[in-house]
């Protein structure tokens, strides 16, 4: 009956002699850099201890934001606007870059239209609509087009629902923008102009909802007034 012969393998002197001396040579590079790799933990271990407290006063920082906005809306809702904008416009400065700050930002900016100070709105919308992907955004857009609108800066606020209604995420908001613009063009005159904003707006309005029929009409009533335009003689 044959033998199996089991055939280890040993590692050759020379491969061994190459495995010791990197050991050794390893040892006396880390006792010749013992300063150095000090240093590099004791700094690894600072940045991670970093990190950990900036989470944390981030989270502590955020939670007494919201607590304190909804101290303010509180003060709003009591029936004193004009503290209430004073205590928002010290939020605005202590909780810059806080998820709140954005919501301070429509709040003040609202009660501002409110108040009649259309350029202090603008001012608090402005940052808001710059991004129309934040959550916020379109909301601070609209409200800076509504604050052009009360300055009678009717270009501007045109060119801001345009730019909604164009670039806005969600489609309720830019049918919401169109109609606006739309608005805007009759009241101030372009019928023409508006019906063919009404125009846009039917094609993206689905007729199973409501909206559908008011679109409709509000075309066939900018269409009425554009046609009565052309017929009418200049200098009427």
């Known amino acids: 009956m044959a033998r199996h012969t089991t055939i280890r393998s040993h590692a050759s002197p020379v491969d061994e002699d190459k495995f010791i001396a990197g050991v050794i040579e390893a040892s006396a590079w880390a006792r010749r850099n013992a300063r150095l790799l000090i240093a590099v933990v004791a700094v ?3 940045a991670a201890l970093g990190a950990l407290y900036y989470r944390s006063y981030r989270t502590r920082l955020e939670d007494k934001a919201t607590a304190e906005l909804d101290r303010i809306r509180q003060v709003a809702a009591s029936g004193n606007p004009a503290l209430a904008n004073r205590d928002l ?3 605005l400065a202590k909780y810059d870059g806080t998820q709140a700050e954005a919501e301070a930002r429509v ?3 609202r009660t501002a239209l409110e108040q009649g100070k259309p350029q202090d709105a603008a001012k608090v919308a402005q940052p808001l609509a710059q991004d129309l992907d ?3 955004g379109a909301t601070g ?3 800076l087009a509504a604050s052009y609108e009360a300055q009678n800066d009717l270009k501007q606020s045109e060119s801001t629902y345009l ?3 164009d670039k806005a995420p969600f489609e309720f908001q830019r049918r919401q923008a169109l109609d606006a613009a739309a608005t805007l063009r009759m009241q101030h005159g372009d019928a023409a102009g508006a019906a063919e904003l009404y125009q846009k707006l039917l094609a993206m309005t689905p007729d199973s909802v409501p909206e559908h029929s008011i679109v409709e009409m509000r075309l066939a009533e900018a269409q009425a007034a554009a046609q009565t335009a052309t017929r009418r003689p200049a200098g009427n």
Do not use: G, N, Q, S
């Open 163 to 165: 730019r909604i209604a």
């Open 89 to 91: 416009e010290t939020f």
């Open 141 to 143: 857009a609209f409200l």
């Open 134 to 136: 934040a959550p916020l």
């Open 107 to 109: 709040l003040l900016a």
């Open 44 to 46: 690894a271990a600072f």
